[in-house]
């Protein structure tokens, strides 16, 4: 049996200490690192941290030849044991690779563990033996041997599994919950003494059972234990989907303390929201994309990119659900939803990449694209997260609206007919087809294959919602994003395509810094200093250089709405409000 025997106490120089154990290896011994982790499609290069290795079989070192940049081959006598020792420094504190130092650590397997190659569909054991004292160890491996504080022994049945559970190490808080007949943990690093973990457990539950309800009804979820990860920082936000587990980090200040009080929904900040969102973003993923997959993902490739034109779906409707489960859990109200789609609605139409990229190419770009953003990235992509969002909410109300089925129903059929397994358009567009009773074929066609505009406003219209948009900033007249502080001043972000800014000839990294001869603190300040004037010099600064750009402003009536906003209907019509109702509640 493959074995890994990690050993982290170099706390100071951040440095896992692994050392692999392979019983009966191959003459010539194929070993790999992943370059990439399941859920994060960029090629990461774990392998970068990785150094000092050495093979023996209980004598001499033997010869290694590194092949690549992430895989090496040993040369044994094919019968004895072969150990391979070797160093993974570890100081990156996001979701996706590992971490080390005197407060705690966490590692997921894909930055640690080399792949032995011939051995991957066989069972694999970790040893976590060797921590600092006071440590605990968290996570949702199978434990064969473990102490009360986690250390000891824990097993996986192939490389696939054992890569998919994150590793939390060190002295944090911890909590428990049931959901569904089935144990949830909370595992909370970094946080402050008035943070309140019970109300986490609390509202983390409601989350989990309505999710559970929304899949299987009274029958139990398909993972016999589930634990949260949660690595609370002074800023950051994201999420890393496992199959038992997830792995979260959000800023501090967004958990909830003791002092504040839980009755009302109006007083849930929207630091605290964003969390119970990612929380229940994380938790849906648990269905959607580690058991209902894209047929490409069957078996993954770790040592390149593995393709998939479905994130829109995966990771576009996980995004449409996630809001959407913290209203039907209780948490938020109904006014509260609505402003966080309305927050999707204007980033998405704040995007020219919509006319540039279908969601499905954005989808199958994600490796190049999605996660190295740039000045230009506005102009050139959409993300498939927040317009797959969109597409899902329309695909919704138009099968409410045809009065035949729901995309609740479509998502359940869909994972009674995979077994919760694996899919590919087809199949959900059979889904589709079979909750509203007629084809969807043209909606995938525009919607998800096209860059035209999704039909939002008359499709909320006739559900009972209010579409109002709000006059554009100045920002938005002129086609840009801008960063500003009083530091700095004012910063252009991004530059949109055929905008008065691209127009003016301003750039991404342009400082503004002055117009009509006044110093620009607020981009909003050029209204009042155009004083009606549509033209005026601007002057920004950029490599070091002064430029005097003509500024021509268009006027609010002639430029793109501002903010959406979303409010439910005043006066609806009967109908309109009976599926207003069913829709958001389930």
Known sequence: MITYRIDATDVRAHLYRVTLTVPTPAVEQRLSLPVWIPGSYLVREFARHLSSLVARQGGPELPVQQLDKATWRVTTDGKSELTIGYDVYAFD???????????????NGTSLF?????????????????????????TALRALDIDGAGWGVYEAPDYDELVDHPVELGRFWRGTFTAGGVPHEFVVSGALPDFDGDRLLADSARICAAQI?????????????????LNAVEDGHGGLEHRASTALIAPRRDLPRKAEPAEKNAE?????????????????????VKRLMPREFERYDYERENYTSLLWFFEGFTSY??????????????????????????????????????????????????????ENTPNATISYYAKGALVALA?????????????????????????????????????????????FAGELAEWVHGIGELPLRPLLEAAAVEWQSTPASVAQRLGVRVAESALTGVKVTHVFRGGAGEQAGLAGGDEILALRGWRIRRLDDAVRLLDGEAEAPLLVARDQRVLTLPL???SAAASAAGAVALKPAAKPAADAHTRYKAWLAG
């Open 213 to 229: 309800a929304f899949w299987h009804g009274a029958a139990a979820p398909p993972f016999e234990r589930y634990l949260f990860l």
């Open 321 to 374: 659900y996630d809001d959407l489960f913290l209203l039907r859990s209780g948490l938020i109200d109904e006014s509260r939803y609505l402003k966080l789609v309305s927050r999707t609605v204007t980033n998405v139409l704040a995007t020219p990449g919509r006319f540039a990229q279908s969601v499905a190419q954005a989808s199958f770009d994600a490796w190049v694209k999605y996660y190295r953003n740039d």
């Open 395 to 439: 695909l919704d109300l138009t099968l409410r609206a045809g009065g035949r089925g729901s995309l609740d129903d479509a998502l359940r059929r869909l994972w009674a007919q995979s077994g919760g397994g694996l899919i590919d358009e087809n199949d959900i567009a059979g889904a589709l087809e079979a909750s509203g009773g007629r084809s």
């Open 93 to 107: 504190t996001s979701v996706r690779a590992a971490f080390l130092d005197v407060g705690g650590g966490f590692f």
């Open 552 to 554: 021509a402003l268009p």
């Open 268 to 288: 849930l900040s929207d630091g605290y929201v964003n969390l119970l969102g990612l929380i229940s973003h994380e938790y849906f993923h648990a269905w959607n």
């Open 114 to 138: 080399l792949k032995v190659d011939g051995a991957e569909f066989g069972a694999h054991r970790v040893a976590l033996q060797a921590l600092p004292d006071g440590w605990q160890i968290a």
